[in-house]
């Protein structure tokens, strides 16, 4: 396994980014199988009615973890800029710990593809994903 790089050069606050997600951990990253594991704690103010965590949240959450797979995987070469993103919701998400597992598809030279899951703490599946990405240089220096 290979260390996530945390902040892309020439992205101050993605840290601060993360944790407005609610990132817990980044629980695994693999730059072999391009994947990328993130728990985060779903928290009571990101919730509507009914105590259901907010849609965008749900796919913030998957999308980051996508993200991560690709930077990983190209290890900080490239940076990923969303072009599409699918989600499709299988429950509702609750206040706690959800962990967002995500995979590269398919890596080209300009475009990658890649899909994900977000699941509660038991196991259960609360959202898929998938996404459409840019591939952009990172600035380096």
Not at 75 to 101: M, T
């Amino acid at each position: 396994m290979s260390e996530i790089i945390t902040q892309a050069p020439g992205t101050p606050g993605n840290d601060e980014l993360m944790k407005s997600l609610g990132l817990i951990e980044r629980v695994s990253m693999d730059a072999d199988e391009g994947r990328a594991v993130m728990a985060f704690e779903a928290r009571p103010e990101m919730c509507h009615s009914g105590n259901i965590v907010q849609g965008g949240f749900v796919t913030g959450w998957i999308d980051a973890a996508m993200a991560h797979a690709i930077i990983v995987k190209t290890e900080g070469a490239l940076l990923p800029l969303s072009l599409d993103i699918k989600i499709a919701f299988y429950a509702a998400a609750h206040p706690g710990r959800v962990v967002a597992e995500c995979w590269i598809e398919r890596l080209g030279k300009s475009t990658a593809f890649a899909e994900g899951s977000l699941k509660d703490e038991d196991g259960r599946l609360i959202a898929k994903g998938m996404s459409t990405i840019r591939l952009v240089p990172a600035r380096r220096g």
